[in-house]
């Protein structure tokens, strides 16, 4: 089969294209056949070994991920296919099945096929979504998931998404409005118009806007990390009602679950969110993916066509 693997730590280029045996499914497994990838901040960190982070955070992932290159060498965390083949002892699943996952740290995803433990996250795809935008749905949906979930939203209460247009901050918009939020995005000025169409009832541009006096929320969500800040963002943690909780993408790991998938995939038929796919490209050029990705300006997803 066709893959991208990763021959070492570094930029971009390390990632290359080559012929690699197709791995055999265990009793427990599913064989997927990809049809789509997403290339996510996470996988760029990976490739990347975070150059830019701590000393102890970089020993750290190479400790876990491996030492000079990843001991899992095709990347890429989040797929979209059809299932080849199952394993003698699966019970939820069957050849021709329409699946999307979330394999974490067993990666695999870049690549024409993947084994996926039946008992891993993965779910039955949106039967009303292409491979591609189904593959837009499982890195941003679950994180967001995850953190909009800690703020425990009641309907009528107003949110905050600070990065509203990126993988997370488009899911965690949507989410919120679901759970019958009045949401506030905040985007720079050339996403307005999409956190709009995604449900915002208020959109600030962090590039120039500040939160309105008087305004308070009961939950701001801080999709972007501490990578990114701006003056409307430090003025977002005074904005909190006497019990707002403010949470941040980096406060910690999230736990996500396999039910957590199937329930993003109840909201996507019936149309309570939707995909939202910046940009597409074909497997062979992951390393030019890769480097779009690592420019932060991306809305939504990146997603990688697997021939």
Partial sequence: ???????????PEVLQVRDVATPAPGRGDLLVRIHAAAAT??????????????????????VFIGLTRPRRPILGAVLAGEIEKVGG???RFRAGDRVYAFTTVRFGCYAQFA???????????????????????PYGGLIALYFVRMGSIQAGQRVLVYGASGAIGTAALQLA?????????VCSTTNIELVRSLGADAVLDYTKDRIPEGAQYSF????VGRRKTSALKADSRNALTPDGKYVSVDD????????????????AESRRITSVIDRQYPLERI???????????KRGNVIIAVP
């Fill in 1 to 11: 089969m066709i893959a991208a693997v990763c021959t070492r730590y570094g930029p």
């Fill in 287 to 297: 390393a030019e993916a890769h480097r779009y990705v690592e420019e932060g300006h």
């Fill in 252 to 267: 910690r790991l999230p736990r996500v679950r396999a039910q957590d998938l199937s329930f993003l995939t109840e909201l």
């Fill in 115 to 137: 084994s996926v433990p039946e008992r891993s996250i993965v779910a039955r795809a949106p039967s009303n979504f292409r491979h591609d935008e189904a593959a837009a749905i």
């Fill in 177 to 185: 409005k679901h759970f019958g939020a009045h949401v506030t995005a």
């Fill in 89 to 91: 002892r699966v019970a």
């Fill in 220 to 223: 701001v969500l801080d999709a």
């Fill in 41 to 62: 901040v996470s996988d760029t960190y990976i490739r990347s070994a975070v150059p830019s982070a701590s000393l102890r955070t970089r020993a750290m992932l190479r």
